[in-house]
């Protein structure tokens, strides 16, 4: 099966190491790697590695391709992961 492709946007931000700024996009395509800090990446790293693969993930009464996730440290940056190129 094809890995899907799979964009993050960083919906918010106020990271205190200055990474990533509102509306930073990242596609991720072959690779699995994104330019994100490890906090950030080990926080939604399990839910991009679900979707890249076809999974459907719980959104309250839901199932979509998409979530949405904070950083762990107070919350400072938001980000949304979906699929992309679906036929």
């Given at each position: 099966m094809e890995q899907k492709?799979?964009?993050?946007?960083?919906?918010?931000?106020?990271?205190?190491?200055?990474?990533?700024?509102?509306?930073?996009?990242?596609?991720?395509?072959?690779?699995?790697?994104?330019?994100?800090?490890?906090?950030?990446?080990?926080?939604?790293?399990?839910?991009?590695?679900?979707?890249?693969?076809?999974?459907m993930l719980d959104c309250g009464n839901t199932r979509e391709k998409f979530f949405d996730a904070k950083c762990p440290d107070e919350e400072r940056v938001w980000i949304h992961g979906e699929v992309i190129d679906e036929d």
């Amino acid at each position: 099966m094809e890995q899907k492709n799979i964009k993050l946007t960083i919906m918010k931000s106020k990271c205190r190491s200055g990474y990533f700024k509102e509306g930073d996009v990242f596609i991720l395509k072959d690779d699995i790697c994104p330019p994100l800090c490890a906090e950030l990446w080990n926080n939604i790293y399990h839910y991009v590695f679900a979707l890249q693969n076809g999974a459907m993930l719980d959104c309250g009464n839901t199932r979509e391709k998409f979530f949405d996730a904070k950083c762990p440290d107070e919350e400072r940056v938001w980000i949304h992961g979906e699929v992309i190129d679906e036929d």
